[in-house]
């Protein structure tokens, strides 16, 4: 016994003894050490169990029913120790009966445990939650919906799903940098939970994209409201870095149970919605309806079309002559991109291109008809038409797509092509998505000798100051100036004033979607002397340009003179 009493002292688990009442009767040291509590504080007294965390009821009771069946219970919870601060013990207590069976003590064996639950709570929480807005992340937001997506079916009340995108999110982070961009996902976290019922849930799936939970809604109209306040909200501006940043947010709004039979097609049909919101504009929100089903089951089947248009065949590349006016000769070709969908026939690229550079598409693509392009200027220089060029159109996705100059470079060389001949064109609002990304990819490129022109200028930010820092070549006047110019005074004079800055630059300019002698004329007036459009020639299949080649000159030497 005394050996038992002097293992009980010693040890650095806290020990407490009572009698049948459960009084107190001993505690050894390490009880003191964890609790605070000594000998004088409890002894004679009934302790105080009770989870800090959940009110002492449930467990209390659960407690003595253990010990009633069993003759012991174990369990962990939250306490408070003397000085107030709360630690998590896991205790063990048993009863000890005499012979006849009644109780005559318990002892209770209580372990701190509070670190590994503090870091069992960090795990939970890094498992469940976004670190930089505390926000849930993906996971516990999906356990969340499928929880409230449950509630709703039994009780015939109706749950709203916001899909929130940040409009203008990634050129804040390219241009101010990741801590801005930080800062910014943090305000705009705020921002949103103050839109919300405390029942709401906020979430941040990753990236800028945000989506909310909203719980018994029973009117479109509550929702309408709370994707308005949202939409207010972020459309303030934010303060950045001493600087005021202007974002917007387009919402997507499916309503659960009525849209989807599951979370799996409700989030599908928020992000739809929020699809269709995007492409109306900034600051919207959309409710999903069921055409945008249909919409996006088109997509799909067009996107899957696509993805084996190249293997199949069925893309083809057309070329329209730019005719030099001051020679009268076609100097050059733009390479044009058609597909011959199947069923569908020939798709134009105003259709298309937009899908492929969402789908990534672009890259293999835009490859293709580089190398098309390339394999035509050989053979046409081959031809005896020496000095043409090609100008092919670039995507400024196809930067992330991976067309470097070592892909450029090893298509001229493989298709025997001298970089002078080729030539590419790129819109200035594809430039401007990526300001210093840009200019470093152009500035590669045109170091390999290969000329670059800004397409449908004058419909973007044509900013002079930018102007400088892309290293073109090559200003395309947009076809809408040069189709008003004839009938309206404000585009006449923007042309002419192109012309004049272009030639301040020591820029040549083409203007491209020539229809009629007029509009012609007055270029030939501003000084501009290169010419694409239909009044030459609609785009070409490559023979059909290749016999225009022949008789080159002849058909518009008698147009040019009128
Ligand atoms: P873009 O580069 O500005 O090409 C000029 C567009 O104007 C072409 O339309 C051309 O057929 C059309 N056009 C030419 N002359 C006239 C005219 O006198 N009047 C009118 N109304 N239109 C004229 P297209 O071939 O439908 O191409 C549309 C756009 O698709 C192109 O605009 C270009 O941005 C894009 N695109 C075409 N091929 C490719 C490609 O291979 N890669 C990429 N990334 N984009 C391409
Ligand atoms: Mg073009
Ligand atoms: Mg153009």
Redesign the pocket.
Known sequence: MRLAARVIEATSEAVLIADHEFRVTAINPAFTTITGYDADDIVGKIPHLEDSRAGDDPLYAQMWRAIEDHDQWEGEFWNRRKNGEEYAVRASISSIKDEDGKIQRYAALINDITERKQTDERIRFQANYDSLTGLPNRSLFLDQLDQAFDRVKRTNKKIALMFVDLDRFKWINDTLGHDAGDDLLLQVADRMKNCVRRVDTVARLGGDEFTIIMQDVDEEKHTRLVAEKVIEALSEPFRLKDKEANIGASIGISIGPSDAENTTTLLCNADLAMYAAKKAGRNTYKFFTPDMNEEAQARLEMENDLRHAIDRDELL??Y?PIVDLKTGRVSAA????RWRHPKRGLV???EF?PLAEETGL?GP??EF?LIASCVRIKAWHDAGHKDLTVS????SRQLRQGLSTEVISEILDFTNVSAEHLAF?I?ESQMMEDIQGSIEWLNEIKGLGVRLSI??FGTGYSSLSYLRKFPIDTL?ID?SFV?DMTFNADDASLVEAITAMARSLKLRVIA????TREQLDHLRALGCDLI????FS??LQPDEFERLLERDGEDWCERLAG
């Open positions: 590349v057309y329209q733009e390479a044009l991109i134009s690229p105003v291109i672009i693509i835009g008809v092919v159109n670039l995507s064109e819109t397409d449908d395309k076809k189709h491209e979607g020539v229809e694409q459009g239909y009044y609609k785009p």
